[in-house]
């Protein structure tokens, strides 16, 4: 068969299995996946096995591909973690009756058929499988071909602890090839039998399918974050804020990666910041004023501005006061998450109201942005596009609605 | 300038109305609906003008196209209902807290930019006006070319509406020609600035627009409903709504278009429905043993089985069993809207969490598939796809959400 009629195929299978998911219990797909974990503990040496030969053959990030005795029971307590979240269907999010004695109800259900095309982190395979199956959607996974080793033998253990459960293995399906064919099949939607693609990976990535994509997407462009320090910002807040946004880990979404300050309070607020984060090895890059108040910072280029380091790298400037920043975050964020420090309850509001990002916030680290740090057990991504979901997306987020209209046998007018 | 660099400006000129219509108040854009209204009875022969040149130059269906005194009277009330509608924006749909004391509220927001695309019925152009600014969208209009001076008529009172209320007319643009690569520019997102896709009309532009579109699409393909008489149905209340659900109105899309009969009760449910549905004009195509049971049902052929007739015929079905009818819905039904009519409480629960479709209704006619008759006060379409906003679609579901935290300080650890 050619790739076409096989990835056809998989979609076919996968609609089928989805419905499998949507029709049966909660306790059976929390069991599915602490099955999946046991799998994964149970096929290690398979597991490291297939890794290694995925690193011998790397030319990329081994960082992210390799996996070790301790990723990898990471990587099945995450599963478990998954296994015990609450059921994210069924719910009824809103309840009415019509004046006819129509009783409607709008309850969760499951998207349907999700397309994970990821690159080379193997524990994504295992993450999105467990997320989708907690929420009841089927999976087709393709995984980068730096991992599809690693990833092929995760799957094997995902489609044991399937089947260890009742479900259907295909519920969780991964492309087997390397062939990059297979994309451009999955962003066909496959007959209409997938819902939804998340894309997980670099920019580049991303932006090839939202540019070819015939379906949904949830894309994760990229995050610009800025953290505004207005001049009611306490300045040791501030301080401890703004390296820990920058600094605590630079290459996750959430890291900030412009400082803006309001022109009145950089004097005070500015130097000490610098001073920290150079002590902490970050380098700043400002634009004239901000340089003449604190020492050690290098000039800004015009493409330091609206520009994801992802490195110890920090982009400052000092703005008139509210409004030059959230218009400067309007023109040049990139709709992630944009924090202010602020103790004037009436300017921290209009921030958090006006800045058009998926999390606005106050008084705390950028770094929070994380499906985990909300409270959602885990995420698949965060969402930088304006549809929903938007944001974090955990099994909560990747469900959609269905009304159901209980009547006694009314008739319309 | 090129149409494309026409397109272009519109979309940036709305992506600025768009930040100017979020952070509006709700009391300015009820406003300016309620302005768009007066405007519209204001420059009623202007409109009628526009419409008897469209009319005039008409070579499709007449009657969708036309516009008398008391349709534009209708298309006024029609703006005023939706300006009385509740604020969907702000609305606080879920707030917690963490255990670290970040307060996290998810917040509706507006979804940002609308390209509305629709055929002949110039009503659309100001509902879709009335229901995108109600919920803080910016929107562009792309009229068919059969109504496209009946739309500018029409466009004009809207745009002294928004104004009327200080808002930028920028907020509702039409493109003003009928070239149809305008279409193809607006499905391909003018350059990031279009957020969602709306068309509204046959099933060849849905599909086109499924097709080519480079941005989240909120599509109605088709309304291929079914009703199903459970064997606990009541004979009469099962008569009652399958003579409404499928003659009410035949050309709309809750219409039913195939009844499915379990064989137990078929021989005492069907002899009467068919025959006051022969009553009323109605033509019924069933299969073999359907037809051995009522007289007067014709032969259904192979196409009969998941058609859009949106006409007085109905294809007709005896079947085993519930299980078996869930199974004929899953492979002909649109997942639009489907009803089963039971006595029994188990069977119909199991219908309504099994049957997939965007509305499941027990006990009352499909033709209840509408917004209006929801609550939504209006709708701008019925989502047939699974993404959110699934369903009808009114100003409430024509929003996103942001996340707003709110801390004291905390970084991340």
Redesign the interface.
Known sequence: MSLHDDMMAMGRVARAAA?AL??GDAATRSAAIRAMAAQVRARRAEILAANAEDVAAATGLIDRLRLDEGRIESLAAALEAVADLPDPLGRETAR?G?PNG?D?ARVA?P??VIGMIFESRPNVAADAAAICVRSGNAVILRSGSDALRSCLAIHGAIAAGLEAAGLPASAVQIVPTADRDAVGLLLGGLGGTI??IIPRGGKALVERV??EA?V??LGHLEGICHTYLHESA?PA?AL??V???KM?RTSICGATECLLVDRAAAPNLLPPIVAALRARGCVLRGDEESRAIADGIEPAGDDDWGREFLAPILAVKVVGALDEAIAFI?AHGSGHTDAIVAAADAAAERF???V??????????T??ADGG???FGAEIGIAT????????VGPEQLT?????????????P
Do not use: H
């Open positions: 419905g949507r029709c009415w019509r129509l409607i259900v998207i349907g819902d939804l939202q540019r015939r949904a997407v306490d807040m401890d804020i390296v820990n946004a605590r309007a958090l109201a006006e058009d990002s998926a999390i606005v916030v106050r008084n705390a680290s770094q929070f740090e909300f409270g596009g304006r549809m929903p979901p938007r944001g974090p959609s609605w269905k009304y159901v209209v209980r009547g006694s046998g009314q008739t319309r």
